[in-house]
T-cell receptor
Framework: AQSVTQLDSHVSVSEGTPVLLRCNYSSSYSPSLFWYVQHPNKGLQLLLKYTSAATLVKGINGFEAEFKKSETSFHLTKPSAHMSDAAEYFCVVSSSNTGKLIFGQGTTLQVKP | SAVISQKPSRDICQRGTSLTIQCQVDSQVTMMFWYRQQPGQSLTLIATANQGSEATYESGFVIDKFPISRPNLTFSTLTVSNMSPEDSSIYLC??????????FGPGTRLLVL
């Protein structure tokens, strides 16, 4: 069975400082992993995805994530937070044979001025 | 990327009534998915809708409560039947565009009084 765990329910950073949102996954085979962002009262937007190509994945808005099989992790990072990054972030694993997505519980990112 | 729209964007309903949510994709897709996001929670898959066959429901969701139609390759509806306040949630549809990536509609925000 596949699962995903977001290690922090809430992360608070100051504007201009680095962002780290942590995600661990469990999968019996090589997974496809995603990060989605949900701004208040908005839909879900895909930030980036890993599908067994390069382990360091670059996404939109300066975000990137590194797939580490040995650690079963897929942490999301950004060098410098912006106020507009404040949102809910979801780490997601996909079942390759059914297409179903399994969502983590989400991490709320707060960016302080 | 596909454009996915949902109608209505939000609604306030009385308990005991039903609401049908529409999801339109701007290209033909094989698989469509319906998710529920309860207040302050992550997304939970309700069912997978394939054109020409009955929807496949996840554990805890039943067809009588959440009937789904998939009349063609670009459209699907989800009905929330005999609503109670516990059904107050955001309902999202998504489309699986081959590959591994799902794109989401903007969501329907439902409040049941």
């Amino acid at each position: 069975a596949q699962s995903v765990t977001q290690l922090d329910s809430h992360v608070s950073v100051s504007e201009g400082t680095p962002v780290l949102l942590r995600c661990n996954y469990s999968s019996s085979y090589s997974p496809s992993l995603f990060w989605y962002v949900q701004h208040p009262n908005k839909g879900l937007q895909l930030l980036l995805k890993y599908t067994s190509a390069a382990t360091l994945v670059k996404g939109i808005n300066g975000f990137e994530a590194e797939f580490k099989k040995s650690e079963t992790s897929f942490h999301l990072t950004k060098p410098s937070a912006h106020m507009s990054d404040a949102a809910e972030y979801f780490c997601v694993v996909s079942s390759s044979n059914t297409g179903k997505l399994i969502f983590g519980q989400g991490t709320t990112l707060q960016v302080k001025p | 990327s596909a454009v996915i729209s949902q109608k209505p964007s939000r609604d306030i309903c009385q308990r005991g009534t039903s609401l049908t949510i529409q999801c339109q994709v701007d290209s033909q897709v094989t698989m469509m998915f319906w998710y529920r996001q309860q207040p302050g929670q992550s997304l939970t898959l309700i069912a997978t809708a394939n054109q020409g066959s009955e929807a496949t429901y996840e554990s805890g969701f039943v067809i009588d409560k959440f009937p789904i139609s998939r009349p063609n390759l670009t459209f699907s509806t989800l009905t929330v039947s005999n609503m109670s306040p516990e059904d107050s949630s955001i309902y999202l549809c998504s489309a699986h565009l081959g590959g591994e990536t799902q794109y989401f509609g903007p969501g329907t925000r439902l409040l049941v009084l």
